[in-house]
C-alpha cells in the first residue's frame, strides 16, 4: 500500500483477509452480520497489535521508528476497543424488534453456554484493563501490569470465536485463517513478556561512571560486559538495572554518548519512583539493555542545515548527536536548549553552539522568536524533541511561518515518560 505505513498496511491486509473469508459464508440479517464483523474485526485488531507489540527490529525500521509505533499501536487498540463492544451490543439488537428480555437474554446467556461466557469474560476484562491503558494514572509498573494482562483477553476471545457455533463451523478457511493469527498474538505476547529476556536480545552492560548533573539529574555511562549494541546518536534504548528494587522495570532512554568507543550513555531526570531509585546507583551495577530504537538521530536527516529544539529532558537525543557528529555532516546547525530556569540546563551539548532559552526569563518559546534569529529557517530541517504540548504548538507554528511539514521532525516525548 503505498504511502502508507509498513505497520498499518499488515494490520490492514490482516483484517481485510479476515473479511474476504467471513463474506464466503455469511449469512442472516444485517445487524447480524454487523455483529458478527465487528468481534471479527475487534479479535484481528487485538491479535495484530501485540504482533507490533513484540517490537520487531524489520517492522521498527520500515514502519518509521518505535515511536510512530507505539501511537499506531494506541490507536488500533482504541478501535478494536470499540468494534468489540459494539459486537455482542449488535448481535442482542437483532431481538429487539422481537421482545427486550430475548435481547437482554442474548447479553446474560444460560449458564452452559460457555463459549458466550468465554466472550463476555474477555470484553468484561478488555474494558478493565483498556480503561486503565487510557485513562488511568498509575505508575508505570502497575501500569504495565495491566497491559501485559491484555493477553489474557486475547486467549479468551479467542477461545470464544473458535468454540462458539456460527459462521466458523462451516468455514474451515476462516477457522484456520483465526487460529493462526491469534496463535501469532498470543505467541508474540508470550514472546514480549517471557522469552525475550533469554532470546539474545539484551546486551549486557556494567556502570562505567556516574555524573551528577545539577540537582536532579544524572549522565549514567556504561560499558558492554561482552558484545554491546550497535547505535546511531539519537536513538533510545530500554534499560534494565539489575538491582533489588529495580530490577525487570524496564524503561525507555535516549542515549547521550556518540558512539565511537562502545560506551554508551543515557541522562535521567529525577521525576517518580523509578528515576528517584536510579540516583543510589553504583558503579559496576549490571544492567540489560535491549535496543536499540527509533529513526531521530542525525544518520536519518540528510539535510546539511538544520534547526534542533530540545524542551528539558527532550534535549538528550541531541546530546548524543552533536557527540557523534564531524565537522563535514552539518554547514549550519543552531541548537535551542529550552529551560523553565536557567539552573535547569545542565546538558548542554558539547562542542556546538547551544541556545539556551530560559522560559521564566524570555517566555515560552515561539515559531516567530526561531525565524527572528534564524533568517533561513524555511531552508531548514527543524528536529524537535520534549514535552507534547511544546512539539505541538511549534510545528503549527513553524508551519504558518513556511516551514514545509516535512521539514519537521519530531520525536514521540510520550514515549519517555518515565524519566
Not at 463476555?120 to 495491566?146: H, P, R
Not at 505467541?187 to 533469554?198: F, H, L
Not at 525507555?252 to 556518540?258: E, K
Not at 525565524?371 to 527543524?382: C, H, M, P, T, V
Amino acid at each position: 500500500m503505498k504511502g502508507m505505513r509498513v505497520d498499518f498496511s499488515i494490520v490492514i491486509l490482516m483484517v481485510v483477509g479476515g473479511w474476504g473469508l467471513w463474506w464466503l459464508e455469511r449469512s442472516g440479517l444485517f445487524i447480524q452480520n454487523l455483529g458478527q464483523l465487528s468481534g471479527l474485526t475487534g479479535i484481528l485488531l487485538m491479535a495484530a497489535n501485540f504482533i507490533l507489540a513484540a517490537r520487531g527490529k524489520w517492522l521498527e525500521k520500515k514502519s518509521g521508528g518505535l515511536g510512530r509505533m507505539y501511537h499506531d499501536h494506541h490507536w488500533i487498540g482504541a478501535t478494536a476497543w470499540v468494534v468489540l463492544l459494539a459486537h455482542p451490543l449488535l448481535l442482542s439488537g437483532q431481538y429487539l424488534g422481537v421482545s427486550v428480555v430475548l435481547a437482554m437474554r442474548r447479553l446474560l446467556p444460560d449458564y452452559g453456554q460457555y463459549p458466550v461466557w468465554l466472550g463476555i469474560g474477555a470484553l468484561l476484562l478488555m474494558i478493565t484493563l483498556l480503561s486503565i491503558t487510557f485513562f488511568a494514572k498509575w505508575e508505570y509498573q502497575k501500569w504495565k501490569l495491566s497491559h501485559r494482562l491484555l493477553g489474557v483477553t486475547l486467549i479468551l476471545a479467542g477461545l470464544h470465536v473458535l468454540l462458539i457455533p456460527g459462521n466458523l463451523s462451516g468455514n474451515p478457511w476462516l477457522r484456520g485463517y483465526l487460529l493462526l493469527v491469534v496463535g501469532v498474538g498470543i505467541y508474540a505476547w508470550i514472546y514480549r513478556i517471557w522469552m525475550q529476556s533469554t532470546a539474545g536480545t539484551k546486551a549486557e552492560y556494567r556502570i562505567k561512571k556516574i555524573r551528577k548533573l545539577g540537582e536532579n539529574m544524572t549522565e549514567i555511562i556504561m560499558k558492554p560486559a561482552g558484545a554491546g549494541i550497535r547505535y546511531q546518536p539519537g536513538q533510545f534504548v530500554f534499560v534494565d538495572f539489575d538491582i533489588t528494587g529495580m530490577a525487570g522495570e524496564q524503561h525507555p532512554f535516549s542515549i547521550t554518548t556518540g558512539g565511537g568507543n562502545g560506551e554508551l550513555g543515557i541522562a535521567v531526570k529525577n521525576l517518580g519512583d523509578f528515576t528517584g531509585k536510579m540516583m543510589d546507583l553504583k558503579e559496576g551495577t549490571r544492567v540489560w539493555i535491549e535496543g536499540p530504537y527509533g529513526k531521530f538521530a542525525q544518520k536519518f536527516v540528510k539535510a546539511k542545515k538544520q534547526v534542533w529544539i530540545g524542551g528539558g529532558i527532550g534535549i538528550t537525543p541531541f546530546v548524543g548527536m552533536a557527540r557523534g557528529l564531524t565537522p563535514k555532516q552539518i554547514e549550519k546547525l543552531d541548537i535551542y536548549y529550552v529551560v523553565s530556569e536557567r539552573k535547569e540546563a545542565v546538558l548542554v551539548p558539547e562542542g556546538v553552539g547551544t541556545r539556551v532559552w530560559v522560559s521564566k526569563e524570555r517566555g515560552r518559546i515561539t515559531g516567530n522568536e526561531i525565524a527572528k534569529e534564524i533568517e533561513d529557517l524555511r531552508e531548514r530541517k527543524i528536529m524537535l524533541c520534549g514535552p507534547k504540548p511544546m512539539m505541538i504548538s511549534l510545528r503549527r507554528q513553524l508551519e504558518e511561518l513556511g516551514v514545509k511539514p516535512e521539514d519537521v521532525i519530531t520525536e514521540d516525548f510520550a514515549l519517555y515518560g518515565d524519566y
